[in-house]
């Protein structure tokens, strides 16, 4: 556990939660700052910063689709969208957004993103996406 880390505590139940669904490793709870009804934070019970410094990170993203499959099957969402993301708590943590598609908030937040995309300014010429590509290519 370190220290000041706000998932540490509420893993060892210093700070409540709501939880939703949790194993001997992980545990999935109600995000505070809800983007859609059911905004839901996947965090392993041992503290890693991000998620790549997580031991066993196939196991991290199967239980994650666990909570994932149950909103889709058992409640009847049409998507459950994923992203890792969340530098501003230096705990593994991975956010699922349950949603039909018509939630206004929820769409508000993906075309931002969308117009990220769309930004023409950002495009680059093949030459540097090939440059790019190389220099973050897997070696075999």
């Known amino acids: 556990m ?3 880390c706000i ?3 509420i893993i060892n139940n210093e700070i409540p939660c709501f939880k939703i669904a949790e194993d001997e490793n992980f545990l999935a ?4 700052s809800q ?6 934070i996947v965090i392993p019970k041992k503290h890693f910063e991000t998620f790549t410094d997580v031991d066993d990170v196939d196991d991290y993203f199967e239980f994650a689709t666990k909570v994932a499959r149950h909103f889709k099957k058992d409640l009847g969402y049409k998507f459950v ?3 890792v993301l969340g530098r501003g708590v230096p705990h593994a943590h991975i956010h699922l957004i349950p ?3 018509d939630n ?3 769409k508000e937040a993906l075309s931002k993103i969308g117009s990220m995309q769309d930004d023409q300014s950002r495009r680059k010429s093949s030459e540097e996406y090939k440059r790019i590509s190389d220099k973050f290519a897997m070696s075999n």
Do not use: A, Q, R, S
């Open 2 to 4: 370190e220290n000041n």
């Open 7 to 9: 998932f540490c505590k």
């Open 29 to 32: 709870i109600i995000d505070i």
């Open 35 to 40: 983007l859609v009804e059911g905004h839901t």
């Open 81 to 83: 969208d994923i992203f």
């Open 99 to 101: 949603h039909n598609d």
């Open 104 to 106: 206004p908030e929820w």
